[in-house]
Every structure is written in C-alpha cells, then in structure tokens.
C-alpha cells in the first residue's frame, strides 16, 4: 500500500470581483493543475515552492479540509473526503504559526487530553510520551502552562502532540520557523529518529531549506500549481548544480594549479578552489591529480548549496 497517492489532482477557486455598482464579474483560479504523485511508507518527502504555488492547498486536500475539483486522493489506504473521522487518526499535522495544544493548560495536561481525543489506548499513551519526553527533553516543562512556554518549548510540544496517537503520516507546515540553531537541531534529530524507528511517512512544507536538505529523501518542487521537479536531493543538485568545489590547503603558497578536469576559481595564499564538472571527474581522481602536482596540508569538498539550487530552477 502507498501512504499517499494523488491522481490528476485539481482545484479551482471561485473569485468574484465588483465591475460596477451592482454587477461583479467572475474569475476562477485553479491553485493545484493536475498533479499526480505517489508516496511510499516512510518516506520523507520535501514539498516546496514558492509562496502560491500551491502547497497549503495541497495539504489541505490532503487532510480533507479541501475537496478537489476533480482527481483522486487516496491517504494511509483511505479517502480523505469521505473518511475524514477515520483519517483523523491515521495522520499527524504541525502547523508552524497555529497550536492544537490547550493554551491555559500544563503541556501534561494537553497530552493527556489528546489521548481522549484520538482514542489512544493508555498503555500506548504512556509509552509514546514517555519516550518523546526523553528524545525532545520535555521533563523540564511538562507542568508549565502552554502560553508559558518558548516558542522552541511548544514546537517540541506540538510534534509530540502529533505524534502520539501513532499516525501513519505527517504533515509538517514549518515546523522550525523562529526557533533557534540548538532548538532546530533537536527537532530535526527526533523526526529522523521517529520517521526511522516507526516509519511515519512525512510530508515537509517549509521556506527553511537546511530543513529540506537535512531531513527529505526526496525533493518534489511545485509552481503555479504543477509539479516542475521530483528526485532526491542529491539528483535536483545534479541536474541543477552539477559543479563541486575542491578546497586544498597546500603546504606553502603556489600559483594556480594546473590539473585536468578542474578549474582554479579562486586562490587565497596557499588555499586553493577547484571547481569540477561531477560527470567529468571523481573528488577521489580529482584530489589524486592534484596531490602529483603540489603536497598537500588539507582539504575539503564543498557540495552546492541547496538554496542555490532551488533558485536556479525558478530562473
């Protein structure tokens, strides 16, 4: 079974304007325009685009909020127009700027409501608490009021929360914005230890890309409604960024070198950059070639930066 499987999936908004006094002319958008998209269990699945490309309404129609003009929708096995109550259960969403916590409770108390909630046995309640407390520290603060808690403080919450009635997918609609490097860090450890150990399918829609490139298997990238780009991240930089960059510290200053396959761009004492083509050569061939020319102090490889990248497919 696929987690999720879209079909020639449309939807098309209705927008009325005023054209005088009394008339109002008509205009219909269509924010999504046939995309079709299959998701296997477990997958981490990084969707992007720019702002109105039609991400949210995506999500939504994914989780039945929205129902498509036309296509199909098929999510955990189920369809999330006629089974809403029944996908409730089955999947798990984090929306950045809202809560789902109870904003004068304890965060204890939220957790223990949501298991009511959800229908969620108590021993399998327990036992999925107990370990995101441990894996996203929550002891600390599990006594302290929702509206007391930093914003790295009710994030951690929030996926908790998401995640404790075991859904089989989960939505995260930017689940790092505002939070500091360490708060990051964290939340990105725990959803790669939760998408590996239970196998949760996740759904990532974010402007944040070090959140794309450090958490997705794959990269599907949309605009105007219409899927432009789907592969992992590692085929998008190959296809949109093909270029590497060798750093060598050389054991004293020299002039550019002169190697095969590579190009000096750029020299800073005795620091070298080689920009290499990845079809043309190896950084292992690359690093061989230039160790005959000049000794060698140190090195490292620099892979295109994922922003870049995006960029470049919109240009």
């Known amino acids: ?141 599990l006594d302290t009021p929702v509206r007391q808690l930093s914003l790295g403080q009710r994030m951690r919450g929030e996926i908790t929360a998401a995640l404790l009635h075991d859904p089989a997918v989960l939505y995260l609609d930017e689940p790092t914005i505002g939070l500091d490097v360490v708060s990051k860090a964290r939340v990105r450890e725990f959803l790669r230890a939760v998408n590996a150990e239970r196998q949760v399918t996740v759904i990532l829609t974010t402007h944040d890309l070090d959140d794309v490139e450090q958490l997705s298997d794959r990269l599907v990238v949309i605009d105007h409604g ?5 592969g992992t991240v590692d085929e998008v930089k190959a296809g949109y960024a093909p270029y590497r960059t060798l750093v060598v510290d050389l054991e004293r200053t020299a002039p550019p070198l002169e190697v095969a396959c590579a190009t000096v761009v750029r020299v800073d004492g005795p620091r070298q950059w080689l920009r290499f083509h990845r079809d043309d050569t190896t950084a292992a061939d690359l690093i061989a070639a230039v160790a005959t020319v000049a000794p060698i102090r140190d090195l490292t490889i620099e892979e295109p930066d994922i922003e870049e990248v995006i960029r470049r497919i919109y240009v």
Request: net charge positive; glycine share 10%.
């Open 1 to 141: 079974m696929t987690a999720i499987e879209l079909t020639d999936v449309t939807k098309e908004f209705t927008l009325y304007r005023r054209a005088g006094r009394v008339r109002r002319s008509r205009t219909t958008v269509r924010a999504v325009d046939g995309i079709t998209l299959t998701i296997p269990p477990g997958q981490i699945v990084g969707y992007i685009g720019p702002n109105g490309a039609g991400k949210s309404t995506t999500i939504k129609m994914l989780t039945g909020i929205l129902v498509p003009t036309s296509g199909a929708i098929r999510v955990a096995g189920l369809d999330p127009q006629r089974n809403r109550v029944g996908l409730a259960r089955r999947v798990g969403v984090v929306f950045g700027q809202r809560t789902q916590l109870w904003w004068d409770l304890p965060l204890r108390d939220s957790f223990e409501l949501l298991r009511f909630v959800y229908r969620v046995d108590a021993h399998r309640h327990a036992a999925n608490l107990a370990q995101f407390i441990e894996l996203l520290d929550l002891g600390p603060f």
């Open 226 to 230: 219409r899927v432009v780009l789907d």
